[in-house]
């Protein structure tokens, strides 16, 4: 059955050093997100993707986060700067219709020091 | 009230039992998800019921939609210990695009 994979599945880095984690969609789908889950919270939102462009994002998605899908596989997700409250659980997710079932990957966890 | 707020936080069951979590939303929907979470883990989609839909099943899960209350449960019939995670809901909110919007969870665990 396909999946969703991301990698790595565990990244440490320090505060102000850039990170991208690196999704694989499932080859068919669309709709490509990106959803972070800070340990004890709730998953949210942070950008939905299409057509190679942002078609929505949230208001934690701000000028430190980009987004790309470099070539037919791969969706990346960049935080230039990181600081110790983006420290989460980062989970892509994708989607064969706009409304349809969002499909999630295992997630990658990122800790900043 | 949070939108997508599951209820309740934790529940306890013996195996063979049925379990029952349930969901209330505030704003009008296009569809609701519900998702299994083993404990740091990925998210694993369970289930879609769209707003025009009032129940769906899947193998031992049934879903039921009441727009008119804001609310879904989900029901796990005959419950493993492997069915022991967290299950969270998420809306696809009429005026917010395809993004989810997801609950607090409820954490369930059946003993064996």
């Known amino acids: 059955e396909p999946e969703v994979t991301q990698t790595p599945s565990h990244q440490v880095t320090q505060m102000g050093q850039e990170v991208i984690l690196r999704c694989v969609p499932i080859?068919?789908?669309?709709?490509f997100y990106w959803y972070r889950q800070i340990l004890g919270q709730k998953v949210e939102f942070l950008v939905s993707?299409?057509?190679?462009?942002?078609?929505?994002k949230s208001e934690i998605f701000d000028d430190q986060f980009s987004v790309e899908r470099p070539d037919g596989s791969n969706f990346t997700l960049k935080i230039r700067s990181t600081k110790l409250e983006d420290s989460a659980m980062y989970f892509c997710?994708?989607?064969?219709?706009?409304?349809?079932?969002?499909?999630f990957g295992p997630g990658t966890r990122l800790t900043v020091t | 009230s949070q939108q997508g707020e599951e209820d309740p936080q934790a529940l306890s069951i013996q195996e063979g039992e049925n379990a029952t979590m349930n969901c209330s939303y505030k704003t009008s929907i296009n569809n609701l998800q519900w998702y299994r979470q083993n404990s740091g883990r990925g998210l694993v989609h369970l289930i879609l019921?769209?707003?025009?839909?009032r129940e769906k099943h899947s193998g031992r899960l049934r879903v039921t939609l009441d727009t008119s209350k804001k609310s879904s449960s989900l029901l796990i019939t005959a419950s493993r210990a492997a069915d022991t995670a967290s299950y969270f809901c998420a809306t696809v909110e009429e005026t917010s695009g395809s993004r989810l919007t997801f609950g607090e969870g409820t954490q369930l665990t059946v003993n064996p």
């Open positions: 019921i769209r707003s025009n839909e």
């Open positions: 993707f299409y057509n190679n462009e942002i078609s929505e």
């Open positions: 997710a994708s989607s064969l219709s706009f409304l349809g079932e969002q499909y």
């Open positions: 080859s068919n789908h669309l709709y």
